[in-house]
């Protein structure tokens, strides 16, 4: 079975600062992707960034970064010059095998003004 | 042109009663989902069907099925509704069942009083 663990319930940060969301992993599959997903106060759900297990290179979408830890199953997401919209719920979500995604429990962003 | 959209965007209804949630995707993609966010936030795969059929089935109550008429749409149903199952119900899409990222809809809101 796969799991997917955010320890950070709730983040905050002052806008136009950095702030990093943790993720971990655990899954026996070789061929599986990385996802970070946003979800505003609309409850719509917003595809961040995505990752392939098989790359080495950390992949980044303008503001948003990943660390991709392979060997720690560690997959975490750096949001930089954090601005007002970015406050949300941010779901990370592991996909391989017949399972479809599999999510974290959320970390709440806040973003202080 | 919404790609993947889900009606009704809210729904109250009684203990017992029956209810459907439909969705369709207009992105030809091969495989649909439907997922629940229960209070937490936390979100869980229910169903998937890949070309008409289910794939996976996770520990979902028997009242809840899926049904498929066509690649494009994958509807929900739910018999003798309880309490429980107030929820956020997400359908969702995408091209294959490894590494392509899932399309959501909107979500549905039942409340069951």
């Known amino acids: 079975a796969q799991t997917v663990t955010q320890s950070q319930p709730e983040m905050s940060v002052q806008e136009a600062e950095t702030v990093t969301l943790s993720c971990t992993y655990d899954t026996s599959e070789s061929d599986y992707y990385l996802f970070w997903y946003k979800q505003p106060p609309s409850r719509q759900m917003i595809l961040v960034i995505r990752?392939?297990?098989?790359?080495?290179q950390n992949a980044t979408e303008n503001r948003f970064s990943v660390n991709f830890q392979k060997a720690a199953k560690s997959f975490s997401l750096k949001i930089s010059d954090s601005q007002l919209g970015d406050a949300a719920m941010y779901f990370c979500?592991?996909?391989?095998?017949?399972?479809?995604?599999?999510f974290g429990k959320g970390t709440h962003l806040i973003i202080q003004p | 042109d919404t790609a993947v959209s889900q009606t009704p965007k809210y729904l109250v209804t009684q203990m017992g009663n029956d209810k459907s949630i439909k969705c369709e995707q207009n992105l030809g993609h091969d495989t649909m989902y439907w997922y629940k966010q229960d209070s937490k936030k936390f979100l869980k795969i229910m169903f998937s069907y890949n070309n008409k059929e289910l794939i996976i089935n996770e520990t979902v109550p028997n009242r809840f099925s899926p049904k498929s008429p066509d690649k494009a749409h994958l509807n929900l149903h739910i018999n003798s509704l309880e309490l429980g199952d107030s929820a956020v119900y997400f359908c969702a899409s995408s091209q294959d069942r490894i590494g392509s990222p899932l399309h959501f809809g909107n979500g549905t809101r039942l409340t069951v009083t």
């Open positions: 979500a592991l996909g391989g095998g017949a399972d479809g995604l599999t």
């Open positions: 990752q392939e297990a098989y790359k080495q």
